[in-house]
């Protein structure tokens, strides 16, 4: 065969994102000394990741985050005060590699054509995803001696965070020219 010279290709590609955001915030004034708050935060994102070359390869990524919270503030005299609050944090995110079909594999590689430039398959990092929940116990202790003010506290936190980032493990193949690819 005869190698025919090509330049890089272009390919115009779409690109969006979206969000959707709920907040609920409740405030409840027991007594005098007494007050609850509690908050909740619900936050979708979805983008397209675009990090493969044709767009017939791209897909959403999900990135969900969940807050809730909770204070309860207790005054036990005008110099004593306490204040409680329970809180947790969800966040994931997940780059999918989706279902493309790959004769002869399991998986739909990367295939990198050097003379087009251009890489056929999905986000060469993906799959990957990262989750982490957050779970905090606040607790601090306030006393008020003339111009002078204490306060003792304790933030205890409990984060599980499993994550999985192996690039390229779908394997990556690399040709400096189409022909070569074709006729492998």
């Known amino acids: 065969g005869t190698l025919i010279p090509v330049g890089n290709v272009n390919i115009p590609s779409p690109n969006f994102s979206y969000n959707n955001y709920v907040v609920a915030n409740i405030d409840f ?4 000394r007494t007050q609850h708050r509690a908050r909740f935060n619900f936050n979708q994102n979805r983008t397209i990741d675009t990090a493969a070359t044709l767009p017939s390869f791209f897909l959403l990524v999900p990135f969900d985050t969940r807050l809730f919270s909770y ?5 036990f005299t005008s110099r004593l005060t306490n204040e409680t609050r329970l809180a947790y944090r969800r966040s994931v995110q ?4 989706g279902n493309f079909q790959f004769p002869g594999l399991d998986q739909f590689p990367n295939i990198q054509l050097n003379d087009l430039g251009i890489n056929i398959g ?3 990092n993906a799959p990957q995803f990262g989750i982490e929940n957050n779970y905090q116990i606040v607790n601090n202790l306030s006393y008020f001696a003339g111009n002078h003010s204490l306060k003792f506290g304790i933030d205890a936190r409990k984060l599980i965070s499993p994550q ?6 779908r394997g990556d193949y690399t040709y400096n020219n189409t022909d070569t ?4």
């Open 29 to 32: 004034v027991q007594s005098e």
């Open 71 to 75: 204070t309860l503030t207790h005054g």
């Open 181 to 184: 690819f074709l006729r492998d």
């Open 122 to 124: 999905p986000d060469p």
């Open 164 to 169: 999985s980032i192996v690039q390229r493990q």
């Open 94 to 97: 997940n780059f999918s590699a």
